[in-house]
């Protein structure tokens, strides 16, 4: 059973800077694309982040293209997701999620894409 756990969420100010990590069990994150995403209240979840680790092609949404940045740790079982610049627009709960294959660069941010999924953890961005 893969079970991926994010960490690191907290209240933060505007302008402040924040990792999250997404530890993996089971797999790690050496051939499968990976991605993270986030739900605000009454929104829909939007990706924020994906990566296909082989070749390195990455998504990015657009409105934290330049601020956010994902890497993984040495032994691939840790992901993290570097946030700077936070905005309260960035205030939602984050979800790391994995997947089993290799997928096609237009299916990076497409959260059907993903076999796996963490459970969550909340980024608010208040001054």
């Known amino acids: 059973q893969v079970q991926l756990v994010e960490s690191g969420g907290r209240s933060v100010r505007p302008g402040d800077s924040l990792t999250l990590s997404c530890a993996a069990s089971?797999?790690?994150?050496?051939?499968?694309?990976m991605a993270w995403f986030r739900q605000a209240p009454g929104k829909e979840r939007e990706c924020v982040l994906a990566?296909?680790?082989?070749?390195?092609?990455?998504y990015t949404l657009p409105s934290v293209k330049g601020r956010f940045t994902v890497t993984r740790s040495n032994d691939k079982t840790t992901a993290f997701l570097q946030m700077n610049g936070l905005q309260p627009e960035d205030t939602a709960v984050y979800y790391c999620a994995a997947g089993a294959g290799s997928p096609i660069t237009s299916s990076l941010p497409i959260a059907s894409t993903y076999d796996f999924w963490g459970r969550g953890t909340q980024v608010t961005v208040s001054s």
């Open positions: 990566i296909r680790w082989r070749d390195r092609n990455t």
């Open positions: 089971g797999r790690t994150f050496s051939t499968s694309a």
